[in-house]
């Protein structure tokens, strides 16, 4: 079927390449508009609803009328002499505060944009007078505005909102400052714009020079981005149109992450077609340019294949997490990963078959055999001296490795920084009133019989929340409109994301309102610390599972793929340690170097499944090379040294190229381990464990390494009924 699908395509070159076109640009212009009604941005929303945060949630949604799609901005207002606010001066805040909750907020466009392409997230916020400093030095305004925090849209509207506040009290010699989370993820894009545009133009740099040094040519440097590109496009309508099919909820980041993650596999794919197809050609000048495209996609593409399906399975894990961000993770990156699939079995062929011997113009390395070169040498040093090279893959790893002790998780949300206006203006506040007033932890009660309340029954609970250590300051208890359900805002002393906030919410506070609660009533505790304490406790149950069942996946498949008991033992040991290094060197970047509250939570998960399933797809290159390599005569390590100089240029060339790719994340906001991470991660496992480690046990082991399988040396020619090799699915991947 492979065959099939990848001859069609290069038998009709042009009419698949066009196909591809309209699709691609058509999906990519949908792509806002289709993403927008599949992302949510609370992360409570995630969560199973047997959890308390969630319980809390649905009675603030049901009873208190609040809008899941809404962020709480803060709004800070101050006499621009810094001297104390008089009643007049309260008058005037309170009054303005009127005006602009009359005035709606058109979102901004640029002349050439399409409005029927982009959601339109105009909107009249809702803002209300919050709260007075004790020294009447600021007073807060409570504003609230519907989308997602880190929509570009979104932020626009809230930048034209933030201009007309500055506006509206300057008049009266006023100033303004701006937190929430809202308010901090438009100041952190801001900061990091520059950084993410100069991070994309080195990738694309990288990848053009990478491509450049190999195949000497422009087309080989210039297409595979413009390819992946298209298809990227398609991809990511895909994935939102199957979201939205299936009612799945993806979280924001999902969108930035698929991007990279097709970048990289993609131009992965396209350079191991480059690399085979440029051989062929070699090797059969005369062959007709579109027989060779076909023959060589037919071969490459069974690999591509496997590799492919490696990662959509390791992904599949995630369907039984308890966490919805992981759970709704999984089948997008499988999405994506098979439309990328169906591009190397169609798209790719056809490029191939259009563009013929000129894809490698202006190069001559067509018409000659390459010196060994660095790889070759290379390769002589691994399979002569393979006992040391594996010993300083190992020290190396377990150095790496040593930094996981003593690891924390941070459930915090990324943050902003010291430089941002949001976090001065955070700062300032926390200075007079307590550092959670901008986000409070909300006990929500109800009556188990559904009756009506009324606000002194929770006087006493009111009371003892108010005695626990670290809570600053206890809201006065405010019911619901149908009278059903109560409120009591607390305002903890310490920051709402941070750990102590949710060592508060899991211990003192819950105990304190299990213990309070009237009889015939319920209590639940909402807000962002108790949200992230049930995700703490979520992404736990999550990685005790899903760790074992992707191993156990990933096994099996290079169990049926390689045909061999040890070979794939080695290779998950490999990529263990591959892992346990990773994470090894987060943790201590991170947590112990730069002194962050621990790693990102989704951290162990995400780099399990990314350094697992794609290290797992280079090492299976080279071992199934080095096992083609020993089917022919003579020693085995010179087997492993054939194989070494064969490959190390596309696994080198590819990992290079997939390692820039997550390094482009650092430009997101909140996606700085995790881009250090898989950036580091993929690296590790190209060059440290596809390039060393395995070759250098292959080397050791010989043709033991398929055991209980018995692999020997080929016939001579003539004779070649005689070798019992199983055949490969990867057989003449390079």
Known sequence: MI????????????????????????????????????????????????????????????????????????????????????????????????????????????????????????????????????????????????????????????????????????????????????????????????????????LMGLIVLLNVLVFRSVLAAILPLLAVTIVGGAAAGAVAGAASLTGLKLAPSTQSLITVVLLGIGIDYLLFLLFRFREQLRARPDQPVREAAAEVSGRVGTAITSAALTIVAAFATLGIATFGQFRSLGPAVAVAVLVMLLASLTLMPALLAACGRGMFWPSRTLHRQPRAGFAGRYGELVARRPMAVLSAAVVLLGVLTAGVVGIRMDYGQGGSTARTPAAATAAEISRALPAGVSDPTTVYLTANDGATLKADRFDGLAKELSRVQGIGQVGRTALSPDGRAARIDLYPTVDPQSKQARDLVAGPVRATVAAHTPAGTSGHVGGTAAIFTDVSTAVDHDLRVVFPVAAALIALILLLLLRSLLAPLVLMLAVGAGFAATLGASTLVFQHVRNEPGVNFTLPLVVFLFVVALGTDYNILITDRIREEMRRPGPARAAVARAMRHTTPTIATAGLVLAGSFATLAATPGSEQVAFALTLGILLSAAVLSLALVPAVAALFGRALWWPLRTTAAAPEGNRSEETTVPSPVRQYL
């Open 3 to 202: 065959r099939a699908l990848t001859g069609f395509a290069a038998r009709n070159a042009w009419k698949v390449i066009a196909l591809w076109a309209v699709v691609g640009i058509g999906t990519t212009m949908l792509v806002p508009l289709l993403f927008s009604k599949v992302t949510q941005s609370q992360s409570g929303d995630f969560l199973p609803r047997s959890y308390d945060s969630v319980a809390a949630l649905r009675i603030a949604e049901d009873h208190f009328g609040l809008d899941p799609e809404a962020t709480v901005i803060t709004v800070l207002v101050a006499r621009g002499d810094g001297k104390a606010l008089t009643d007049a001066d309260q008058q005037r805040i309170e009054a303005g505060a009127a005006r602009l909750a009359e005035r709606r907020i058109e979102q901004p466009r640029l002349p050439d944009e399409p409005a029927f392409l982009l959601p339109d997230h105009s909107q009249t916020p809702k803002v209300a007078p919050a709260m007075l400093a004790p020294d009447r030095t600021f007073e807060l305004l409570a504003v609230e505005m519907t989308g997602d925090a880190g929509d570009q849209s979104v932020q626009k509207v809230y930048k034209a909102f933030r201009d007309s506040a500055r506006a509206e009290f300057a008049h009266d010699g006023m100033r303004t400052g701006f937190t929430g989370g809202l308010a901090d993820a438009t100041d952190t894009t801001d900061e990091n714009r520059t950084a993410g545009v100069i991070g994309n133009a080195v």
